[in-house]
């Protein structure tokens, strides 16, 4: 494998990204993991991302120099690329000209990072400070009109470095570059796929839960469904899937969930659905602050899914359907920041009355979820479902939740998704939902004013939910919708479309 060493740039989960779409397994470790760690992990090569540091300023994000001495493979990207300089003697200070966006870079093609690379490319930069002279030993390959180092190799000692970055769509042979680094430099041979990666996963869980009963969190979203059918392959009856309904589901979700899981469904699993709505809604009463709403949930999650399996008796193992963005936005994993503490990681609670928890999507993006899904004979309509998130419309509700504000939200949300895919829209769209915006303002409705709710349509493009844009959704469609719901659903007077992308918004509005 791979390992790839944040630095905190913003990029870092797209080069790992980029490294398994070359079918390359890679993982994220943070710059702080022990150089021995490392070392154990016997990797094929090492990545350094980009970071929002200054590599020659105190207290900065550093390395050691003995990283760039194990023999493996090193390629800096960005601020990997100075600190590699720097630390081995190069000098990197404040560039006199600072570049930003697309630039023309010249490459020398006798690169191994190179060679299939046109002499002229188009790269994407974003950098303050600059390589002004490489470290003794290196070769400059790279250049642009601003910048002496774009790249610089010592290929003797396989260590490369690049100020632009790669791993980003808009340098257009960035793909080419990384795959040249893996396949020519480190030797990969690109074993990593979706086949592999189910057939490994479901023989791991046999060995690990033995004959011991297992408990699945399951949520009927795309996660959680891929995780207990993969279970239910592996370990079969000993599998007890517990679907909470914590009344903060899609309108008819519930009940479509238990058609799919439930005894009359395709799949051989012990399925208890929990409805627990108002337990929720106690515990959420009064409550607005985001952070401490996504606690709740996910804290009454576990302390429902404790009490069922109390009355199943021993568990030994809680399934769940944590993806590897959901840990490395909780922080947990690498060095970014903690945007929003997710349901499945950031809430649990410290005291869990298992043994164990599995994870068996934790390595993995959405889309090699759903590709796990197709592999593991999910029906594509269930595999494309569009991702919903723990906390469910506790999250869509800005503020307050109260099972008035659920039940308009649901409303709302039906008549968008109807009509969406009345549209034909429904696969093209990456995600799209309505929320309820704690907003009320004034309406006329026949000749009586009124002072109601704004609800707020949300459709977004993304491929990996890290980054994500506006849809253009047709005029007529919106214009549709919004009719519908402030005919039909009661206290709402007007509908808002939210245009931002993420960053600077997030995908779900808390
Ligand atoms: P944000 O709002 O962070 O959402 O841009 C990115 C993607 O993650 C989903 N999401 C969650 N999924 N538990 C989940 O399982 C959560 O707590 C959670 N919060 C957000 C969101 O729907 C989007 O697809």
């Given at each position: 494998k791979i390992i790839v060493i944040d630095f905190?740039?913003?990029?870092n989960q797209l080069v790992a990204r980029r490294v398994r779409e070359c079918s390359v397994y890679c993982e994220i470790y943070s710059y702080k993991t022990d150089l021995e760690q490392i070392k154990a992990m016997n990797p094929m090569g090492i990545i350094l991302t980009g970071g929002p540091?200054?590599?020659?300023?105190?207290?900065?994000a550093s390395c050691s120099k003995e990283l760039f001495e194990l023999g493996i493979p090193v390629l800096g990207l960005c601020y990997g690329a100075q600190l590699m300089m720097h630390v081995l003697g190069g000098h990197v200070c404040k560039a006199p000209v600072r570049e930003y966006g697309k630039i023309e870079v010249t490459v020398d093609k006798t690169s191994k990072l190179y060679g299939d690379v046109s002499e002229k490319t188009i790269c994407w930069m974003s950098h303050?400070?600059?390589?002004?002279k490489a470290a003794p030993g290196f070769r400059i390959v790279a250049h642009t009109a601003d910048c002496p180092v774009a790249a610089a190799e010592c290929a003797e000692k396989k260590l490369y470095a690049i100020q632009y970055h790669p791993e980003v769509l808009h340098t257009q042979e960035g793909t080419k570059m990384l795959h040249n680094f893996l396949y020519?430099?480190?030797?990969?041979?690109?074993?990593?796929k979706m086949d592999a990666f189910v057939e490994n996963s479901i023989r791991a869980i046999r060995e690990k839960v033995g004959n011991g009963k297992v408990l699945c969190a399951l949520s009927g979203g795309v996660d959680s469904s891929v995780a207990a059918v993969m279970l239910a392959k592996a370990v079969g009856d000993q599998l007890t899937c517990v679907f909470v309904d914590h009344g903060l589901l899609r309108k008819n979700e519930g009940d479509e969930v238990e058609e799919v899981f439930g005894p009359n469904g395709p799949y051989d699993l012990n399925f208890i659905r929990v409805n627990a709505q108002q337990r929720f809604y106690d515990k959420l009463a009064g409550v607005e602050e985001p952070e401490k709403k996504r606690k709740i949930i996910g804290e009454e999650f576990i302390r429902v899914f404790e009490e069922e399996a109390k009355k199943i008796g021993a568990v030994d193992f809680l399934v769940q359907g944590t993806i590897y963005p959901d840990v490395v936005e909780s922080g947990?994993?690498?060095?970014?920041?903690?945007?929003k503490s997710h349901h499945n990681v950031g809430g649990l609670p410290d005291y869990v009355d298992f043994k164990e928890i599995i994870e068996p999507l934790r390595d993995l993006f959405k889309d090699e979820v759903r590709k796990a899904g197709l592999e593991l004979g999910i029906p594509e309509k269930l595999v494309y479902r569009q991702p919903f998130p723990g906390p469910g419309l506790g999250i869509r509700i800005i503020g307050e939740v109260t099972p008035e504000k659920v039940k308009m939200v649901q409303e709302a949300d039906a008549i968008y998704r109807e009509e969406i895919a009345k549209a034909g829209l429904d696969r093209s769209i990456g995600q799209y939902f309505a929320a309820l915006t704690n907003m009320r303002s004034v309406g006329v409705m026949g000749d009586e004013r009124t002072y109601d709710y704004a609800i707020a349509l949300r459709a977004v493009n993304t491929i990996d939910f890290m980054t994500a844009e506006a849809a253009e959704l047709p005029w007529e469609v919106i214009g549709r919708v919004s009719n519908r719901i402030v005919n039909e659903v009661q206290h709402v007077n007007r509908v808002l479309y939210d245009c931002t992308g993420k960053p600077p918004a997030t995908i779900e509005f808390e």
């Open positions: 905190g740039g913003q990029y540091d200054s590599c020659y300023e105190e207290g900065a303050n400070d600059y390589i002004e020519e430099v480190c030797g990969c041979s690109g074993t990593w947990l994993g690498g060095e970014s920041a903690v945007i």
